[in-house]
């Protein structure tokens, strides 16, 4: 009796799951995990991005251009591999989140008993995609996606660094007038904490941390920290030089 209680409350479960990922068009795949040294290292990506397109989803790379049916950033799926700990062996499990962060989907935890790293987390990705496999993904059409989530009662843990402190001046902002195009163009890879913005390189050249508002981050590019909005359709990075206020315009694809 326990065992079949059990059996039904996964399959309400996954029930449940594959109701929420079907409300979305796409998944966008990092270039590189948290717990790998460098971009697709052991083609854990290729293989991440294989496995979504087999299971029926859309699928692009964080650093490709998307066509325009996907460029709402919230009707897409953001996709990440953690490792998990496990004393000799490799356990590795499958997150799929919202625009906000929000997990919308874990997969099953995927283990291997392999020696060598890559044999191991081949072999343990494959084995967390099997629950991918299992909701049977297929879109339909909904646009819920793109209806901002209500506030959450939960703490905030504070940055690393302190945020600058706006001074009260009233002063009408330098507008830098930057070049909007292809070879200009940052790209958004989701983090723990929010996005980076990459360039065609890829090179980190911006990270974003979340607020409590979807179009407004804390924003860190180099040394100067600042915030980067959305006003009229087009993203802007402001921040503080010599008592002035400058609003840098930014090309993002999210």
Do not use: H
Request: with cysteine; aromatic share 14%.
């Amino acid at each position: 009796m326990k065992k079949q209680f059990l059996f039904l409350l996964l399959l309400v479960v996954s029930y449940s799951y594959s109701q929420s990922v079907n409300d979305y068009k796409a998944v966008i795949v990092p270039l590189k995990y948290d717990f790998l040294n460098g971009e697709n290292q052991f083609r854990l990506n290729t293989l991440t991005k294989f496995n979504l397109n087999k299971a029926g989803f859309v699928s692009f790379y964080a650093s490709e251009t998307i066509p325009a049916e996907y460029n709402e950033r919230c009707s897409l799926l953001y996709v990440d591999v953690v490792k998990d700990n496990g004393f000799l062996t490799t356990k590795l499990f499958i997150t799929l989140k919202d625009c906000y962060g929000k997990i919308i989907f874990q997969s099953i935890i995927g283990k291997s008993k392999e020696k060598e790293y890559k044999v191991a987390y081949t072999e343990a990705l494959n084995e967390a995609f099997n629950s991918v496999y299992d909701l049977q993904y297929k879109y339909n059409g909904s646009v819920a996606a793109k209806v901002e989530p209500a506030i959450q009662t939960e703490v905030v843990k504070p940055m690393a660094s302190p945020v600058a402190v706006v001074k009260n001046v009233v002063s009408e902002p330098v507008v830098v007038n930057t070049v909007v195009g292809d070879s200009n163009l940052l790209y958004a890879q989701p983090t723990a904490t929010g996005f980076q913005l990459i360039d065609s390189t890829p090179k980190v050249v911006m990270k974003l941390f979340k607020t409590s508002q979807p179009n407004s981050f804390i924003a860190m590019k180099d040394t100067v920290q600042g915030s980067l909005i959305l006003k009229d359709n087009q993203w802007y990075f402001e921040y503080y030089q010599n008592d002035k206020l400058i609003s840098e315009k930014v090309a993002v694809k999210f």
